[in-house]
């Protein structure tokens, strides 16, 4: 059982490039979420989706895009990437309602913006 | 022994010892709790829940005991080991944003 997958797990991008970070989940979950993580910073949200066909910003959405594909698939674009973007970026995902149960962690992206 | 860290950054443990860890919650009306482990370049994983109507709840040599009067919770590992080495957060129900947590160093 894969759990969730992220992909890719190292990345290093140009100021202004763009790119699209994926996930995917095996566990049937209505809510999936994704997470940039800075050094004592914490787990930010920056997207989370409730279900299918909905997406909602967290407390960091600027500069980035969401899109819920499937039950499956949720994925996160940096349109015009920024410096300030380089971080550890999590993808999760949970049963039911959008924070009510625990959450399962893929293993993360590690993105460089020079 | 034990080590506590109360609502502090870091803990540091010597192996064997009993480590607690502390978290504060804000909503009085919270009724699941949550704590998770990151393991340095992984990400978190869940360990242990409980809900309100506990008070204290018990895995594989974790323990997590919930004062609701305090809005208090705490995450107990008894004696901890070098793979307990690792970043602790604690979680509440629809609160999706994690603080930093409280990382853990496991003396030899």
């Known amino acids: 059982n894969a759990g969730v997958t992220q992909t890719p797990k190292f990345q290093v991008l140009k100021t202004g490039q763009s790119m699209t970070l994926q996930c995917a989940q095996d566990?049937?979950?209505?809510?999936m979420y994704w997470y940039r993580q800075d050094p004592g910073m914490g787990l930010r949200l920056i997207y989370y989706?409730?279900?299918?066909?909905?997406?909602d910003k967290g407390e960091v959405p600027n500069g980035y895009n969401v899109s819920r594909l499937n039950k499956r698939e949720f994925s996160l674009r940096l349109e015009s990437a920024a410096p300030s973007q380089t971080s550890v970026y999590f993808c999760?995902?949970?049963?039911?309602?959008?924070?009510?149960?625990?959450?399962?962690f893929g293993s993360g992206t590690q993105l460089s913006v020079l | 022994g034990e080590s506590v860290g109360l609502h502090l950054p870091t803990l540091s443990v010597q192996e064997g010892d009993n480590s607690i860890i502390n978290c504060a919650y804000s909503?009085?009306?919270?009724?699941?709790f949550i704590w998770y482990k990151q393991e340095s370049g992984k990400g978190p994983q869940f360990i242990i829940d409980i809900r309100s109507n506990m008070d204290k709840r018990q895995g594989q040599r974790v323990t997590v005991l919930l004062n609701k009067t305090v809005k208090h919770l705490s995450l107990q590992i008894a004696a901890t080991q070098p793979g307990d080495s690792a970043v602790y957060f604690c979680a509440e129900k629809f609160k999706l944003s994690f603080g930093a947590g409280t990382t853990v160093t496991v003396r030899a």
């Open positions: 909503n009085s009306a919270s009724d699941y």
């Open positions: 566990m049937n979950h209505n809510s």
């Open positions: 999760a995902s949970s049963n039911g309602r959008a924070g009510a149960e625990k959450l399962f």
């Open positions: 989706s409730a279900s299918e066909g909905t997406t």
